[in-house]
């Protein structure tokens, strides 16, 4: 199996963060994140946020679901059922009052639509939120910095290390797929159809995050699901020749992956999803376990790929 990996060439563009983006960013995050100051000489206006405790009752019985404390809502902006936020209108803090609503008869619940209840609450405070000026006051607040150009510095400084990473992974992935072309390689045809299937599933799990269906897809990009299928070959053939040539080199490199390198990995997937390993170690199979080393192994591939190969800046 014919593959070329090392002294691979190619262009490695560095995208250089201007003063422009770190302005652009800086308006993004100052329209993100509202000023949020208490209330305490009126009592609530429409468009405020109060805090408060509630506890629901039906036919004077407390139902499951309908209680929390310090809860947060925005009167006015219809988060709750009907009639509920207008009730909390001109109250103070401190202050107690019954809440008396109806649900819906389309109602999520079943045991409660369409019926009359009571919520119980108590308002604790009485917040506003406005924009904030870009001023030291917003560098001190928001960015956790003494002054507006020590923020605009420091948030240049990670989108410069946040746009070098995202180009150094390009780089290396760009490289593989290099070396991979070199191979004579010719995929098995359940493999291909396994591949293609898996690349649908993958694509309808990223759809479903953004609330769309691969129906919805196909819908808004003019095709049938069988010409998607079709088209997900290429696709799924460059995957398949991908971990071929990763799978080669390992074996040409005597690539393995240490005790260490595979609890590193496992302690990022950790972060990155906020559990501890504790927590993990259910989800821990064997299955797991290999993927988790054929990511420490094509990260090694890569590595070992860029490394030696011969780049020409820009």
Do not use: W
Not at 183 to 194: G, H, V
């Amino acid at each position: 199996m014919a593959l070329t990996y090392r002294g691979l060439t190619a262009e490695f563009n560095r995208h250089i963060v201007t003063d422009s983006e770190v302005d652009q960013h800086l308006h993004r995050l100052q329209q993100q994140t509202p000023r949020i100051t208490e209330v305490t000489d009126r009592p609530t206006e429409n468009g405020d946020e109060v805090v408060l405790d509630y506890a629901g009752f039906v036919d004077g019985v407390q139902f499951p679901g309908g209680t929390a404390e310090m809860q947060t809502l925005t009167l006015g902006s219809g988060q709750f059922i009907p009639g509920f936020e207008e009730q909390l209108l001109d109250k103070v803090p401190g202050e107690e009052v019954t809440v008396k609503v109806t649900f819906p008869e389309q109602y999520r619940v079943e045991d409660l639509a369409g019926k009359a209840a009571e919520f119980k609450c108590k308002i604790h405070q009485i917040r506003i939120k406005t924009t904030y000026e870009l001023n030291d006051e917003f560098a001190k607040e928001v960015g956790e910095c003494d002054t507006l150009e020590e923020m605009k510095a420091k948030l240049k400084e990670n989108l410069q290390a946040y746009s070098d990473e995202r180009g150094e992974m390009d780089l290396q992935d760009r490289l593989l797929q290099q070396a991979a072309a070199t191979m004579d390689f010719t995929p098995d045809p359940n493999e291909l159809e396994d591949a293609v299937e898996q690349h649908l599933r993958n694509m309808e799990a990223q759809l479903s995050q953004k609330g769309l269906s691969l129906d919805m897809y196909c819908s808004f990009m003019g095709i049938t699901r069988e010409q998607l299928h079709e088209e997900s070959y290429p696709a799924a053939e460059a995957n398949l020749r991908r971990i071929a040539a990763v799978e080669e080199i390992v074996k040409l490199e005597n690539l393995s992956a240490s005790e260490q390198e595979m609890g590193e990995a496992i302690a990022l997937i950790c972060r990155r999803n906020n559990m501890t390993v504790e927590q993990f170690k259910p989800y821990y199979n064997a299955e797991f376990e290999a993927a988790v080393r054929r990511t420490v192994l094509t990260t090694k591939v890569m590595q070992l790929i860029r490394e030696t190969a011969v780049l020409t800046e820009k």
